[in-house]
């Protein structure tokens, strides 16, 4: 479902009168409750957890000579939460926290070469272990930063499958607001049966030697 589609679902069954949202712009007074109940059910459902395997990306990363500092954007990573793992052509680059980094005399060293470590520093700039001497091409996994649907044909980052979550989760704020109790709990069981799903199939799983599958 859409952005618009989720506004008129949750107006649908919420039993607010008439008709709409006709758009998720410019409402007011309860059409404009609903539409922002949608983005932050949506919002609250992509932050729960860490890991959740929807918001799991691979991309390509250009490494350019002489370059050992790099922003989010420039690396093409746009909308990264967190880096998970880098690698040039199946070799790993390690990745270090910034004390390590430092510790280990990577910060000021200008050695040059083919990376073999990496970290994020505080302000969220990566920095590369040796300075690139040439330019590379590394593989990158990481984490999406939650997204908020923004537009009438946005769609949420979670699995379409799974979009009624945000459905009765809008619908408990709805609830929470009108003091509807009995509203809230039939959509709280169907909110937590509809998780307990989403949990089950887009988190990783643990195997027995407690390692993630």
Same mark, same amino acid.
């Given at each position: 479902?859409? /952005?618009?589609?989720?506004?008129?679902?949750?107006?649908?069954?919420?039993?607010?009168?008439?008709?709409? @949202?006709?758009? *998720?712009?410019?409402?007011?007074?309860?059409?404009?409750?609903? $539409?922002?109940? $949608? !983005?932050?059910?949506?919002?609250?459902?992509?932050?729960?957890?860490?890991?959740?395997?929807?918001?799991?990306?691979?991309?390509? *990363? @250009?490494?350019?000579?002489?370059?050992?500092?790099?922003? +989010? $954007?420039?690396?093409?990573?746009?909308?990264?939460?967190?880096?998970?793992?880098?690698?040039?052509?199946?070799?790993?680059?390690?990745?270090?926290?910034?004390?390590? /980094?430092?510790?280990?005399?990577?910060?000021?060293?200008? !050695?040059?070469?083919? @990376?073999?470590?990496?970290? *994020?520093? @505080?302000?969220?700039?990566? $920095?590369?272990?040796?300075?690139?001497?040439?330019?590379?091409? +590394?593989?990158?996994?990481?984490?999406?930063? +939650?997204?908020?649907?923004?537009?009438?044909?946005?769609?949420?980052?979670?699995?379409?499958?799974?979009?009624?979550?945000?459905?009765?989760?809008?619908?408990?704020?709805?609830?929470?607001?009108?003091?509807?109790?009995?509203?809230?709990?039939?959509?709280?069981?169907?909110? #937590?049966? +509809?998780?307990? #799903?989403?949990?089950?199939?887009?988190?990783?799983?643990?195997?027995?030697?407690?390692?993630?599958?």
């Amino acid at each position: 479902m859409t /952005f618009l589609e989720l506004c008129q679902r949750v107006r649908q069954e919420s039993g607010i009168s008439g008709d709409g @949202p006709v758009s *998720v712009l410019n409402q007011k007074s309860i059409l404009e409750k609903v $539409v922002q109940w $949608v !983005k932050q059910a949506d919002l609250d459902i992509q932050r729960l957890q860490n890991d959740w395997l929807f918001m799991w990306r691979m991309g390509s *990363v @250009p490494l350019t000579q002489d370059i050992r500092e790099y922003d +989010a $954007v420039s690396l093409m990573l746009t909308g990264m939460r967190a880096l998970q793992s880098l690698d040039i052509n199946g070799e790993t680059i390690q990745p270090y926290t910034w004390e390590q /980094f430092k510790c280990k005399g990577y910060a000021q060293d200008d !050695k040059k070469g083919k @990376p073999t470590a990496y970290t *994020v520093k @505080p302000n969220g700039l990566i $920095v590369f272990y040796p300075t690139p001497d040439q330019d590379y091409t +590394a593989t990158a996994e990481y984490s999406l930063a +939650a997204q908020a649907l923004i537009n009438d044909t946005d769609n949420s980052l979670i699995p379409v499958e799974y979009h009624d979550i945000i459905l009765h989760k809008a619908l408990m704020y709805y609830a929470s607001h009108e003091e509807d109790n009995s509203l809230f709990q039939v959509n709280s069981s169907r909110y #937590e049966s +509809a998780l307990s #799903e989403l949990a089950s199939e887009y988190l990783p799983r643990i195997n027995l030697t407690g390692s993630l599958t």
